[in-house]
């Protein structure tokens, strides 16, 4: 246990207008970091990743769905983790995985699409805020200069990505991730190249959608041929397990394997919104979601860079701590995050939240900001000032 | 730009109403005054569509509905030969606000049935439409309520009718969630995908319901529901959005909400409301909202008369983040910026792409270059710029950039212009690459 964090977390403070500063981007780990965010979309039953079966109230609350004691993975103590995680226990006792517990944030929110706001822009006034790694671009300026500093693995960018000014690109298929003339006629290619580029490059000043398009459209054009010219460079031979997360985190080595100067990552999965038959689903995705990390980490560590990577996993709130009449769980608030990667300090970080003090809809209280998180690895690990993204400094937490 | 032209407006009403017009079907409202033109869309029942119905019998039959390509197919089919544009237009709304998704649901059967749903009841009052979607199998699978028990309510549905399909956030409290998950309580559905209620894991008990208290079942707090002053403007803001574009005034969506409640909640009579109101008509409008993937789809299908769906039309769409009887979540597709990304503009750039380079003998999917310049007496480049310009951005493009497609047009040739189009090779290749160049415009990617 390296923290007990509840007290110490700063009240929730509202961000002021994000302060643009040309920051240095080193952490002790060096300038070329890279930070791998894997959201888990649908609200992800903590209780049952990492699962306190040692603790209070735990089989009591989930007679039907709780993981037998003899089933879970043992890692410390009263903690251990769904038994489908074994190659995440194998990481963890390895010390390459940092969990951090009872992770949430004061006066949450059991919407799907407030909270998960909550955490994409880091601030619990949501709607007038720029999402956190944009602003974490825009304080860096790092987006400005390479367009491939922050890539998005889906087709639809996240608002975590989202900001004034801010262009991320998004890369769902790296195979349609380029713009195709007339096949027929490919004397006309340059031409038609040059004809976009010039389209893109205008001013639709008036037009703020328009101006959009433009934007990202140009910068699409722009990293294409360092895309393609990735693909060309990859030469991994790891077998990735089929699951929607393992064929995104695979293009995400598919792209570093460029050397595109990226330093941030984003992926999703969905399915975790488990208010009924939990159990075999979220089996498939737990386990989906070990063996897709360990297939990526050794691949990451065949291209050499395993000490460059860092893994982090969000989801928008944990469930209920007992289960309802479907064996399923609704929605509640803190859950656990994941911090992994070669370079982590494995361990449990804050104690795990009683599950029997529960606030006033059944829910675990929180112990940890969730923004001690990404402070932690703004500062520790992309070498970022958290103030400059945050708006806020919080307690760094020990795992870089 | 303005829409001073009446073939502009009408063009601009089809994007909105529709999934954009083809030229014949411009021409043809562009002969009703405006008014007209809104009104004999909105009042869609009175329009036959006899041919589409009995093809999609057709489509039907032939494709089955227990596939999801399938019913995404005879879906497109509906958007694209429609005769009331507008009711396909409705179902797509309504699908996207009551957001269901076969990949939990995993019954096309089920999922199908949902839609022609929402189609029936597109335009009727929206208590109506609450309490048929309600009921609806597919809706009670995806939001858990056949497992909503006396014993141990689930509040999924309840929570999101309020948060996302009636009230919005800020508007009830988690007691309210709770009580309403106990009215809804025993609503299941039976194993031939019936609606039914079943008296045993009801909970007839009193609830407390945003703030009266009674034996409440389902149609009840769909009633209070309705009740609340919440209601009104958080649909009519929403279809507003959908249909002018994101930025309405507080006044003017309170006056439509105001005549919403006043028409006992008519879907029609407040969609009608929208489209007669001068802000449909003002600039903010005009090229203001981002297409969605299927109306981006429909709409150059359209444009070059293409009458069949291609089998890879549902996969495109899927790619440009719009996997039709999959929503992302129970939100709904993230509309406006939320298209964009730099991997959909090129998806969508490339659909383009895929579209005007087609060749073959049947015209199934494709433009045919040497019939367009018959058809539209083109004599010269600028002429057929100025032609692909009207047909696919109702011209709104700007002197630099009609320059510009036509310095590629023209691009290798050095003849005299009025020969340009003497060699059928050069004709095929301006008449494709230009269309292509002008459907990648940011201004082709705007409703």
Do not use: C
Not at chain 1, 210 to 236: E, F, I, K, N
Not at chain 2, 221 to 230: K, Y
């Amino acid at each position: 246990m390296v923290l007990a964090a509840a007290g110490a977390v700063p009240a929730f403070l509202s961000r002021t207008s994000r302060v643009v500063a040309n920051s240095s981007a080193s952490s002790p780990y060096g300038s070329d970091t890279i930070l791998v965010v894997v959201q888990m979309s649908g609200g992800n039953d903590g209780l049952n990743m990492v699962v306190p079966f040692g603790l209070d109230g735990y089989h009591e609350a989930r007679p039907t769905i709780g993981i037998d004691e003899d089933a879970v993975i043992p890692l410390e103590g009263a903690i251990g983790l769904h038994p489908e995680m074994g190659k995440l226990a194998e990481l963890y006792r390895s010390g390459h995985v940092a969990i951090v517990q009872g992770a949430g944030y004061p006066n949450p929110i059991l919407s799907h699409f407030q909270s998960m706001d909550v955490w994409h822009r880091a601030t619990p006034d949501a709607s007038i805020h720029d999402g956190w790694l944009a602003d974490y671009l825009a304080a860096t300026a790092g987006e400005a200069a390479n367009p491939m500093y922050a890539t998005s693995v889906t087709d639809v960018l996240s608002p975590a990505l989202r900001g004034q000014g801010v262009t991320v690109a998004s890369i769902s298929s790296i195979e349609n991730y380029q713009l195709r003339g007339d096949p027929r006629h490919p004397e006309d290619d340059q031409a038609f190249q040059d004809a976009a580029t010039w389209i893109y490059g205008q001013d639709y000043g008036s037009q703020p959608l328009q101006s959009l398009v433009a934007r990202t459209a140009s910068s699409a054009l722009a990293s294409v041929a360092q895309v393609q010219g990735a693909v060309a460079a990859y030469r991994g031979s790891i077998e990735y397990p089929s699951f929607a997360l393992a064929n995104s985190l695979k293009t995400v080595a598919q792209l570093m394997a460029g050397n595109l100067g990226t330093r941030i990552y984003y992926v999703a999965f969905g399915g975790f919104d488990t208010h009924s038959a939990q159990a075999a689903t979220h089996s498939r995705l737990l386990g989906g979601f070990s063996d897709s990390i360990d297939a990526f980490l050794r691949d990451v560590a065949d291209q050499g860079k395993a000490d460059r990577v860092l893994v982090m996993t969000f989801s928008e709130f944990g469930r209920r701590v007992h289960e309802n009449a479907s064996l399923g769980t609704d929605h509640g608030t803190a859950a656990p995050m994941l911090i992994i990667g070669s370079r982590v300090k494995g361990g449990l970080y804050g104690d795990h939240p009683s599950l029997t003090d529960l606030d006033a809809n059944g829910n675990l209280k929180y112990g940890i900001d969730f923004r001690s998180v990404y402070g932690t690895v703004l500062e520790g690990w992309l070498g970022a000032d958290q103030q400059a993204t945050l708006g806020a400094r919080y307690e760094r937490l020990g795992f870089v | 730009m303005s829409i001073e032209s009446n073939l502009r407006r009408v063009a601009h009403l089809l994007r909105r109403a529709g999934f954009g017009g083809s030229p014949d079907e411009i021409r043809s409202y562009a002969g009703m005054d405006f008014d007209q033109a809104v009104d004999h869309l909105v009042d869609y029942d009175a329009v036959a569509n006899d041919a589409l119905e009995a093809s999609v019998a057709d489509l039907e039959e032939t494709l089955g509905t227990a596939r999801l390509p399938a019913i995404q197919h005879i879906w497109l089919h509906r958007m694209l030969s429609t005769a009331r544009p507008l009711e396909e237009k409705m179902t797509l709304f309504w699908h996207d606000h009551f957001a269901t998704a076969n990949y939990k649901v995993g019954r096309p059967p089920a999922m199908y049935a949902q839609i022609g749903l929402l189609r029936a009841n597109a335009m009727a009052d929206f208590g109506t439409l609450l309490r048929a979607v309600s009921r609806d199998p597919a809706m009670l699978r995806w939001l858990d309520n056949n497992t909503n028990r006396k014993s141990s309510p689930n509040e999924n549905y309840a929570r999101e009718l309020m948060e996302l399909f009636t009230l919005g956030s800020g508007n009830y409290t988690e007691l309210d969630v709770r009580e309403a998950a106990r009215a809804f309580t025993g609503w299941f559905f039976n194993r031939d995908g019936e609606f039914v209620f079943n008296r045993n894991q009801h909970d007839f008990g009193e609830k407390t319901f945003l703030g009266q208290t009674g034996p409440w079942d389902g149609d009840d707090v769909l009633d209070i529901i309705l009740q609340q002053p919440a209601a009104a403007p958080f649909i009519a803001e929403k279809l507003y959005r959908f249909f002018v574009h994101d930025h309405p005034s507080s006044d003017t969506i309170a006056r439509l909400a105001d005549q919403f409640r006043a028409s006992g909640y008519s879907i029609r009579e407040l969609v009608r409301a929208i489209l007669h109101s001068p802000d449909f008509l003002s600039d903010d409008a005009y090229h203001g909202v981002v297409k969605s993937p299927a109306e981006l789809f429909i709409g150059m299908m359209k444009q070059f008369g293409v009458r069949e769906i291609p089998k890879s039309a549902p996969g495109l769409l899927r790619r440009m983040g719009m996997d039709l009887f999959n929503p992302p979540n129970v939100a709904g597709w993230d509309w406006g910026a939320g298209w964009i990304s730099s991997a959909t503009l090129l998806e969508r750039a490339n659909a383009a792409g895929l579209l005007t380079a087609q060749r073959g003998n049947n015209q199934k999917f494709g433009p045919n270059p040497a019939a367009i310049i018959d058809a539209l007496g083109i004599r010269t480049p600028d002429q057929l710029v100025d032609a692909l310009a009207q047909l696919l951005v109702d011209g709104d493009v700007s002197a630099a950039t009609r320059a510009h497609l036509l310095q590629y047009v023209a691009h290798g040739y050095s003849g005299p212009t009025d020969a340009f189009f003497a060699d059928p090779q050069r004709t095929d290749r301006a008449v494709r690459g230009a269309a292509h160049l002008i459907m990648i415009t940011p201004v082709y990617q705007m409703a």
